[in-house]
């Protein structure tokens, strides 16, 4: 009985945010979409965010982190089904944000 492969799924550009200001619980980035506002999370555990991402003052993820230390996972939850996002950190001051499909 031969095995599945999984499939990797590819990654789409969503947005490129560049950073416009640091306060002290939070950044703002700047992106196509809109205003991204990255917020601190105070309780750190296993499975909890590290960081809650609001867009155009919306919530929009909450970041995860994972094996790559470069990035992070969120996903947008939509009527029936969900759309999973990677956050590439290419530089401190450049976010890019891609879709996986």
Request: with cysteine; net charge positive.
């Amino acid at each position: 009985m031969e095995k599945k492969k999984k499939v990797k799924k590819r990654r789409v550009l969503y947005d490129r945010l560049s950073k416009v200001a640091e306060k002290e619980s939070s950044t703002v980035w700047s992106g196509e979409k809109g205003t991204y506002i990255f917020e601190a999370v105070k309780e750190y555990g296993s499975n909890k965010p590290v960081r809650r991402v609001y867009l155009n003052r919306k919530y929009m993820t909450g970041l995860f982190g994972t094996k790559d230390k470069t990035e992070y996972s969120g996903d947008l939850k939509q009527v029936d089904s969900r759309v999973y996002l990677v956050f590439k950190l290419c530089s401190p001051e450049i976010i890019e944000v891609f879709e996986k499909r």
